[in-house]
């Protein structure tokens, strides 16, 4: 594990989780492997957002009562950690979404297009970076184009020039696949994408809980997270947008709160962020995320992504040491997220995932919302394990052995 370095209070970190600890059917202890499906939870982030139901619960903004001050104040501070933690210029330029599917399809749903623009994604996009562009495009007359996938899972490049050239208006890409685990060059493709006046958007799902998401040094215009990968709760999600993109859009959601004024002929809207968070928003899960970011920011972003370039590391040796196991991505661990998809010889992904399930190990199996990406790979899907701050040496072990277990169990090998 010489590619990056273990975080040094590893198993004081595992502590912080509980589920960690416990133990499944058959009397194996749980090896969680699928934090790119959704990360567990440390302890402070379950503890603020029962703290905040049982203590300030209320709704914010409308109501003019202390517990609606406690409320808003706590909603409105998870807004200002979020800005710190993507290095956003102004705390106004977060929004609060249910997820990250839903923050693209804010920006896909409310930016103007029509006949004769091209909208550019790629082919290792997850689907909810693909089918809200897909209907963009079917709306607004223009015209979707991608860029495909190298044979060894990164980024081919070769078409830039044709698809970064006058016409195009939207780039829109994820930082790190979920698949594939590759890690795009999104600084570089971005400034090419502004040569030619597109706007950039980016979905870091992937990247977010793993390694500094600086908006303002990868120079994008759209960023997406969700809270669920990165130990917040799920139902919660973010949009970063340029201020005066922000104003310039319309409204993706109308209601309460996202206006200024409404009579029955005409109404205005609310500034950004209000503009976009109509009615009730998920008030609980924003304290929650606030939690996760001041956890994840205390044991630092850089010391997370080298401890994940380490287990990575470790996970590529142990499956190349499983024969019949074929990696679907780069094998390069210092340059690659760790969302490692893979195929076992002569056995159907579900039945791998069942298998290893059976002995506590939990890992993901199918196309993982990418089946394009598994298209150009010849495959109909792929088993994933995915490792976060938590994960241990000795639980990648454990998934080699389950990898054995099961091709003794299918006889095949």
Not at 128 to 154: H, K, M, Y
Not at 169 to 194: C, F, Q
Not at 325 to 332: M, S
Request: aromatic content about 6%.
């Amino acid at each position: 594990m010489s590619a990056g370095a273990l975080l040094p209070d590893l198993e004081v970190i595992r502590k912080d989780f509980p589920i960690l600890e416990r133990t499944l059917e058959g009397g194996f202890p749980l090896v969680y492997l699928d934090s790119a499906n959704t990360s567990q939870k440390p302890q402070v982030v379950i503890d603020a957002m029962v703290d905040h139901l049982e203590r300030h619960n209320a709704n914010i903004a409308r109501a003019m009562h202390q517990l609606g001050a406690e409320s808003t104040e706590a909603f409105e501070g998870a807004r200002d950690k979020v800005a710190t933690f993507l290095n956003a210029p102004s705390r106004d330029e977060v929004i609060f979404t249910k997820n990250a599917s839903e923050a693209l399809n804010l920006v896909a749903r409310t930016f103007p297009l029509g006949p004769g623009d091209r909208v550019v994604i790629t082919e290792m996009e997850h689907h909810s970076n693909i089918v809200p562009w897909q209907l963009a495009c079917e709306r607004s007359g223009a015209s979707l184009d991608w860029f495909g996938i190298a044979e060894d899972g990164t980024l081919d490049l070769s078409r830039i020039d044709e698809l970064l050239s006058p016409g195009t208006k939207v780039v829109a890409l994820t930082w790190v696949s979920n698949m594939l685990g590759t890690i795009n060059p999104v600084a570089e493709i971005a400034r090419r994408a502004h040569e030619i006046g597109a706007v950039v958007v980016l979905d870091a799902s992937q990247a977010a809980p793993h390694l500094p998401v600086d908006v303002q040094a990868v120079d994008a215009d759209f960023v997406a997270f969700t809270g669920h990968k990165v130990t917040g709760p799920t139902g919660i999600g973010v949009l970063w947008g340029r201020t005066e993109l922000l104003n310039a859009l319309p409204p993706f959601l109308g209601g309460g709160e996202m206006i200024a004024t409404v009579s029955m002929e005409k109404s205005t809207w609310a500034p950004i962020p209000h503009k976009f968070e109509a009615g009730t928003p998920p008030i609980v899960e924003a304290v929650g995320l606030g939690a996760a970011i001041d956890y994840i920011s205390h044991v630092g972003l850089d010391a997370i992504h080298a401890h994940e370039v380490a287990i990575t590391a470790h996970l590529l040796d142990g499956l190349a040491s499983v024969s019949g196991v074929r990696v679907l991505g780069p094998l390069d661990a210092a340059h690659r997220g760790g969302a490692v998809s893979f195929e076992l010889a002569g056995v159907h992904p579900h039945d791998v995932a069942q298998l290893l399930d059976s002995r506590g190990i939990a890992v993901r199996a199918g196309h993982h919302c990418a089946k394009p990406a598994h298209k150009r790979f010849g495959v109909q899907s792929s088993t994933r394990a995915s490792s976060y701050l938590y994960t241990t040496p000795a639980e990648i072990d454990a998934l080699i052995d389950g990898l054995e277990y099961t091709k003794n169990y299918f006889k095949v090998g």
